[in-house]
């Protein structure tokens, strides 16, 4: 898969807990991910409810700029983040899958740490703690 932003070979990495399995798709340039249906939950903090269906929503003030990574001719759609914030993520109508530029996962965290009570960091603190500093450190 190509990074919608860089344009070179993203990385998929395959995580495993005894509590879950998650595979992601990252670009290790501008550390975007692409998180295919399911994922977005698995990955940012544990709340109550899935904040993927809560995040369909379409956002008429932006236009579509970017094509779906798994399903090539398909647009993204803008959504807004839980219908309510200032974060716009790309999400994929076809296939559910989402986009998150460089920096938003932790955007995302903060919002729901906000206005939510938090059960659990889900996969982010591995993303943001352990894979991005370790391959971070390797390509410089």
């Not at 779906?68 to 983040?81: G, N, Q, S, T, W």
């Amino acid at each position: 898969m190509q990074c919608l932003n860089c344009k070179i070979e993203m990385f998929n990495y395959d995580v495993t807990t005894k509590k879950a399995q998650l595979s992601y798709d990252t670009c290790e340039r501008c550390v975007s991910l692409w998180l295919d249906a399911g994922e977005l939950d698995k990955l940012a903090f544990q709340v109550q409810g899935s904040i993927e269906f809560c995040s369909e929503e379409e956002d008429k003030t932006h236009s579509a700029t970017k094509k779906c990574p798994r399903c090539i001719e398909v647009d993204l759609a803008p959504v807004k983040f839980l219908g309510l914030t200032d974060i716009n993520l790309d999400r994929c109508h076809n296939c559910g899958g989402f986009w998150l530029d460089g920096g938003e996962l932790n955007l995302v965290n903060r919002e729901l740490a906000k206005i939510m009570p938090v059960s659990g960091h889900g996969f982010s603190d591995f993303v943001n703690n352990v894979h991005v500093p370790f391959w971070f450190k390797r390509i410089k």
